[in-house]
């Protein structure tokens, strides 16, 4: 009786030292949970390491050097050591040359210009500074006159048919019977889909002014536009489908009035960038959907690379022949950066980060030396291998001891699953590890629905992703938006039926092109 109680007892400690360690996984995740939602409410934005975070990280590595383990895959590398500095207050740049110059003379007092030797001073030289002013919003009329020509003599004709007034042909127009310029059109178009601006907020703009510009004008002006750039946007998706590289994003986009859904659908805007590296383009496309059909209809006949995040409705579309999936290291960095930030095993998150920040030193290193494409691929393959193959093999042993619902154990197991797609960014030297080009393309739009919330119908939602490819592909071209667009719409204006749209794309134009001289 009393051995059957012993082993009662003996059973029932076991279990509850099994329900103790259950509750202590659960109470450290619930922690990791919590520090990450006090990080995204209070934390930093940037992506960028703290000092603290890079020397825990030098302290992990010194810690990996005493077990041998570094030493054996070479964390220092040449090259890729970046040496502390001390950072100096730098010169102010100098202003613009091209900026239009008032001189203000500063001069002595009469009296002050005779001498004490009774001869009268000369100017023997000058002290010049340069201040920056600014006339908010200078708004001018074009006032358009046509004159008129009839004969005093014979007070016109008997003939039929012809006129006894003559009068000049009207001026083309961009946007016939409205009071719109190529000018305004390239200041409204910038300021909402470059520089954030909402139109409620343009018309208060405009009213301060002492301009009634109402939205629902500047609204119809930009769909309209968008419309006239038709023949732009399909050279755009031409050039993008031309070349050995694509990359994709969604976010999400609020439209209303759209057909038999409710104004609190979530719809979506898709962007697709690439082209040759020396046409690079940008399509941003609005969908209903974010199903993978969206993605597998863009790429339908498309031949190359396609690199996205680990968003699974791209899957079926990137697996048809002759296209090459890859993914995204930014992403896997992510999530060790979010458990770094909210686990108590910061040294073990610490450590994937630093094989991350190898393969991202090691890519600026060999972009700096200016290698052919050629010479940069092997380079870099034969080097990033080693690397990778370290990750890797981290990777696999972490899978034995870590928690997989806990944010490192999510971590590991999302970059295993990745990891077929991750390293297929080595076989191309017009990939990078990541899919920042296509997110920093992305982000404007991203920044200006935090102020207009929402698109007011599906024409509008068109025409501001038709608007957003030209101002983002303008701007990957390094173009000034605002006086491509100028020069872009006083083109359509003067040749809207002979326009050639090749001539005007933004690769086939320089900045001293634009301005009128």
């Not at 759209?258 to 383009?281: H, I, M, Q």
């Amino acid at each position: 009786m009393e051995e059957k109680r012993t082993l009662t007892l003996a059973e029932e400690n076991e279990e509850l030292r099994k329900q103790n360690k259950n509750l202590l996984i659960q109470q450290e995740l619930l922690q990791e949970e919590l520090r990450k939602l006090k990080d995204k409410l209070f934390g930093r934005r940037s992506e960028k390491w703290s000092a603290e975070e890079q020397l825990q990280g030098l302290l992990f590595n010194e810690a990996e050097l005493a077990c041998g383990e570094t030493r054996k895959e070479g964390v220092e590398e040449p090259g890729i050591t970046v040496k502390s500095y001390t950072r100096r207050r730098g010169k102010r740049k100098p202003l613009p040359a091209e900026l239009p110059r008032e001189e203000i003379i500063h001069d002595i007092l009469e009296e002050e210009k005779q001498c004490a030797c009774g001869h009268e001073k000369v100017v023997i030289g000058r002290e010049e500074s340069e201040k920056l002013d600014i006339i908010p919003m200078q708004v001018k009329v074009l006032k358009h006159i046509r004159l008129k020509y009839a004969c005093k003599h014979c007070e016109g004709t008997e003939e039929e048919g012809i006129s006894a007034v003559t009068i000049a042909p009207p001026a083309p127009q961009l946007l016939p019977k409205t009071m719109a310029t190529p000018g305004l059109c390239a200041y409204l178009i910038t300021s909402k889909y470059c520089d954030a601006l909402p139109l409620y907020r343009l018309e208060k703009l405009f009213s301060r002014g002492g301009v009634d510009l109402p939205r629902e004008t500047m609204g119809r002006w930009m769909i309209k536009i968008a419309s006239l750039l038709s023949g732009l946007i399909d050279l755009l998706e031409e050039a993008i489908k031309k070349g050995p590289v694509q990359l994709m994003d969604e976010t999400r986009l609020q439209v209303l009035g759209e057909d038999n859904r409710s104004n609190t659908s979530l719809s979506f805007l898709w962007v697709a960038l690439g082209g040759r590296p020396s046409t690079p383009a940008v399509r941003f496309m609005y969908h209903q959907s974010r199903s993978g059909k969206v993605a597998k209809s863009w790429l339908s006949g498309y031949q190359g690379f396609v690199q996205t995040d680990g968003y699974e409705g791209y899957d079926a579309a990137c697996s048809e022949p002759g296209i090459i999936h890859v993914g995204c290291f930014a992403h896997v960095r992510r999530r060790f950066m979010d458990a770094l930030k909210s686990s108590g095993k910061s040294k073990q998150a610490a450590e994937a980060l630093n094989y991350i920040k190898k393969l991202y030193a090691l890519e600026t290193e060999l972009r700096l030396q200016g290698l052919s494409p050629e010479a940069f691929q092997i380079q870099r393959k034969e080097r990033a291998d080693k690397i990778l193959d370290s990750f890797h093999s981290w990777l696999d042993r972490k899978t034995l001891t870590v928690i997989p619902s806990s944010l490192l154990g999510k971590a590991v197991f999302y970059t295993l699953k990745q990891w077929p797609k991750l390293i297929r960014y080595v076989d191309s030297p017009y990939l990078t590890p990541d899919t920042n080009v296509v997110e920093n393309a992305i982000r404007p739009f991203v920044i200006g629905r935090k102020n207009w919330l929402i698109a007011g119908s599906p024409r509008g939602a068109h025409a501001s992703a038709s608007l957003y490819s030209v101002i983002e592909t303008a701007k990957l071209n390094n173009l000034e938006p605002y006086w491509y667009l100028r020069y872009l719409l006083t083109k359509l204006e003067q040749e809207r039926d002979t326009i050639n749209w090749q001539e005007v794309l933004p690769w086939n134009l320089k900045n001293s092109d634009l301005k009128p001289s």
